[in-house]
């Protein structure tokens, strides 16, 4: 097994829910192989209140959480990644920067809990589903053997997690 540690990017458009909570699950699940950061490319400001509030209810660390834009990580003296995912469709079909370094990438996009109207059931409802989501999806990521996988399978391999891991939810 390797010693490295992954740089990991998870983009959105608003860096508010959904890249939040991927970043979050990544940093205390994959704590010592992997180190999760997110950000937008029009990020709104701040963290969704609903976000904060799951990821509390489930004991996980928020107090360093924040809305960033995406061009941070292009800058130098930026953490290289080795890694990005984008988890909405608009962040997906944008213009990323350049990432140094070339990360490998894939698009994991999932429904916008934010977009959810309807009563406040309904809307922590929307946070669960996105949260267990990407929870399937960072676990199957985690379990991958990196380092016997040749760049070409991986890919596939991030792209399938992608496409079909919702399935498994």
């Known amino acids: 097994m390797s010693d490295e540690v992954y740089n990991v990017l998870f983009l959105c458009t608003g860096n ?8 979050s699950i990544l940093n205390r699940d994959g ?21 904060l509030e799951l990821l509390n209810k489930l004991n996980f660390k928020t107090d360093e959480l924040r809305s960033k834009d ?5 800058e130098p003296g930026a953490p290289v990644m080795d890694f990005v995912f984008t988890v909405c469709d608009n962040a997906a079909s ?3 920067p350049v990432w140094p370094g070339q990360p490998m990438s894939a698009h994991w996009g999932l ?15 929307a946070y ?5 989501m990407l929870n399937n999806r960072i676990s199957i990521f985690m379990n991958l ?3 016997s996988l040749d760049k070409l399978s991986l890919q596939k391999k991030l792209d399938q997690i992608g496409t079909s891991a919702h399935e498994l939810a």
């Open 128 to 132: 669960s589903d996105a949260f267990r």
């Open 31 to 51: 704590q010592g192989r992997f180190k999760a950061y997110s950000a937008g490319s029009h990020p709104n400001g701040s963290v969704r209140p609903e976000a």
């Open 70 to 74: 995406w061009s941070e990580f292009a």
């Open 145 to 147: 053997p990196m380092t």
């Open 16 to 23: 508010s829910a959904r890249s939040i909570l991927a970043e």
């Open 111 to 125: 429904p916008d809990p934010a977009a959810v109207e309807g009563t406040e059931a309904e809307r922590r409802l």
């Open 94 to 96: 944008e213009v990323c």
